[in-house]
């Protein structure tokens, strides 16, 4: 901004120099009252109803109330106002310890069963239940 001023070169030709857009350069922020409208709001909203989180108030300014903010400019002003949900963490299954496998006490009485594919000549794959019998060696 100081070299068009100070130098009384182009905008364009001092863009280029920078490295920066043009409409960069341009860039007016919005309006404070307008943020302090959303913080209103959002404070309003998350006082109310608790367990909404941002998704639920962007959703209900946006289509109950029909405003017409950008859903980023709300989420920013959001978390700056640090209201942020804390994520509960997921619960964790208790897990018994598995029963140790049993030891069969006279040979064959244990089954296997496992799944075997194969594919015949024409590209056709099928799939079929095997078992077997596990026969333990007598001592």
């Not at 089954?111 to 596990?134: G, H, V, Y």
Request: charged share 30%; proline share 4%; hydrophobic share 35%.
């Amino acid at each position: 901004m100081q070299a068009t001023q100070n130098h009384t070169i182009s905008v364009a030709l001092a863009c280029r120099t920078f490295s920066i857009s043009e409409t960069c350069y341009r860039y007016g922020r919005k309006l404070d009252s307008e943020n302090e409208e959303i913080v209103d709001w959002l404070l309003r909203l998350t006082e109310a109803r608790k367990t909404w989180g941002f998704g639920l108030c962007f959703l209900y300014l946006r289509n109950i109330k029909g405003f017409g903010w950008n859903h980023k400019r709300v989420y920013r002003i959001y978390r700056e106002l640090e209201l942020n949900l804390r994520i509960k963490p997921r619960k964790r299954l208790v897990r018994e310890r598995p029963e140790p496998l049993a030891v069969p006490e006279q040979p064959n009485r244990t089954w296997s069963m496992d799944f075997m594919a194969d594919q015949l000549a024409d590209d056709r794959s099928f799939r079929t239940l095997r078992d077997k019998r596990i026969a333990f060696a007598q001592t």
